[in-house]
């Protein structure tokens, strides 16, 4: 998963030289949300769900999709790709962090070790700032929304944890990217409506099926 979030960087990049930010996270989540719809009739997985954990699971959805999407993909298009997938490198420090926070799991001494060495890392690549690394102030709002983004896909890492005790990850993924999208496309439906679908290229488009198959459905799974 996390080889694929790597690459998957890289793959956004190229294809927002040709898609609008929203244009193409547009297609992308709705195209994911319909590839897991697709793998639920293939399992023959049901989607009902309880009326509690209906309203838990949206509330999940909307924060780790609908406005982690929103904030990763403006992000992106603000910063560069290294930039990017450091900041969200720092992910599983907060996923720990909470769960500790939420008494869901306890940090071993070894982890708490492994936490500080990760700040400790962070900082000594940043104030190294070679390569395609950078820190400017053109990059830093776009920075700044794929820290808030890193929030929230921790949150959403660490509240998926019951559920995945009780239903499948296929289960789990396909309910809560679905809701996530019917919440995410009025954002962007006309970033899609505008999109140039006769000029762009097989390279862009490549980029976009790369990033909706394998950085979301299988990375989710």
Known sequence: AVVMWGVNFSFIKIALRELSPGGFNGVRLLLTALVFCLLMGLAKERFAVSRKDFWKLLAIGVAGNTIYQLLFIRGVSLTTASNS???LSTSPIFVALMSAGLRIERIHWAAWGGIFISFFGLYLVIAERNGSLRFSSQSLKGDFLIFLGTILWASYTVLAK???EEMSPLKFSAITVGMGTLFYLPFTARDVSHIPW????CQAWASLFFSALFGLVLGYL
Do not use: A, Q
């Open 162 to 164: 019951p559920f995945l």
């Open 85 to 87: 997938s450091l900041i």
């Open 198 to 201: 006769g000029t762009i290229s």
